[in-house]
């Protein structure tokens, strides 16, 4: 494994403003994924940050609302865009070494709250 | 489609004393299972995972699961409970013939150990 860091831990932000999270990881990795997790809910997948292109969104995810950027195999942002009280979530950079059959390593998570 | 069914939202256990958390899981291929816990303000720290093999894989902090193909089961076992245990703990599931991070994770149990 290795050490995987997500700044800022936590952040209290205005509605109507954009906050930018940073995955960082200490080796190169295959893949990186951004997760929300909403209170008291289970995790759903934003999308894969891919290297030099578009990220791949899920279901009910938009690049406007959640932009990413992959400048390289060891960083991603993700910005969550024209806050909501609907939000407020813990955002989770999740990183596999190799695709397929591996277990999935997470951040700490972001915690957001949007007042 | 996967899904992953955790049946008790709270688990309830005396310090010392055996515990038990339930998963099942439903995948068209064959199955690839994981443990995550989470404990308070922190991201997913990877517990055990079964891809193939002994039925019974052992994992982090003297946690264990038992693989259940006939019932679909991958429930989260320990002999002997601790206080320090007491998090919230996720099984996920990943269907082997696809690729990406296809992880489904389940709703989540809380664990509360008493001292």
């Known amino acids: 494994s290795a050490v995987i860091s997500q700044k800022p831990s936590r952040d209290i932000c205005q509605r109507g403003t954009s906050l930018t999270i940073q995955c960082q990881v200490d080796s190169q990795v295959t893949m990186m994924f951004w997760y929300r997790q909403q209170p008291g809910q289970s995790l759903t997948l934003i999308a894969t940050?891919?290297?030099?292109?578009?990220?791949?969104?899920e279901s009910g995810f938009v690049i406007d609302k959640f932009p990413i950027s992959r400048p390289n195999l060891t960083f991603s942002t993700l910005t969550v865009s024209n806050m909501s009280p609907e939000d407020s979530s813990i955002y989770l950079c999740?990183?596999?070494?190799?695709?397929?059959?591996?277990?999935?390593?997470f951040g700490q998570g972001t915690r957001l709250t949007v007042v | 489609a996967q899904s992953v069914a955790q049946p008790e939202d709270q688990v309830n256990v005396a310090e010392g004393n055996p515990l038990t958390v339930k998963c099942t899981y439903s995948?068209?291929?064959?199955?690839?299972l994981f443990w995550y816990v989470q404990y308070p303000n922190r991201g997913l720290q990877f517990l055990l995972k079964y891809i193939t093999g002994d039925n019974l894989v052992k994992g982090s902090y003297g946690f264990e699961a038992e693989f259940n193909k006939s019932q679909t089961s991958f429930h989260l076992k320990k002999p002997s409970a601790l206080v320090s245990d007491s998090a919230l703990y996720f099984c996920a599931v990943r269907d082997s013939h696809q690729y990406g991070q296809n992880f489904v994770f389940g709703p989540g149990t809380r664990l509360s150990v008493l001292p």
């Open positions: 940050a891919n290297q030099g292109s578009e990220a791949t969104y």
């Open positions: 995948v068209s291929g064959n199955p690839y």
């Open positions: 999740s990183v596999e070494w190799t695709e397929g059959v591996t277990e999935a390593f």
